[in-house]
């Protein structure tokens, strides 16, 4: 792990590692927010039943769709995670929210199962991407707090 830790700081590659994922996930929702928005059939290969799940009523909150939030969320960690490097309390507002993604997603991820019964593709790499981000956050906010011990 000290190669991604370091000094209770995120190492360059841990900040690069949380950017470029925050890329992925920004790039996903970006991705679904425009297919809301034109109303084009997303091509799932992987999984049956995106369709299902990106027309449900789960899928809009407010009137815009769960990804355009997601967009929003996955924009303000890249922005946390490069803040971080200059300050590190910038680390504990990104733990917030990757705290918060994780949750949505987790709970996301059972309406799929449990409520509509079918699994988008990409819902489920969105909701991936957010819990490795929580577990990098949570991890460095540790490395952080037992080397101001």
Known sequence: MSLFFQQG???IKAEFLMALLGLVGLTDAIYLTIHHYTAKP???SLVDGCEKVLTSDYAVMLGMPIALFGAVAYLSVIILTLLSVFNKK???LLLIQTTTMAIVSAWLVYIQAFVIESFCQFCLLSAAVSFTLF???L???AKILAKSE
């Open 42 to 44: 997303v091509p799932c």
């Open 139 to 141: 991890f460095n906010l």
């Open 9 to 11: 700081k995120l190492s």
């Open 135 to 137: 577990a990098i956050s």
């Open 90 to 92: 910038f680390h504990y």
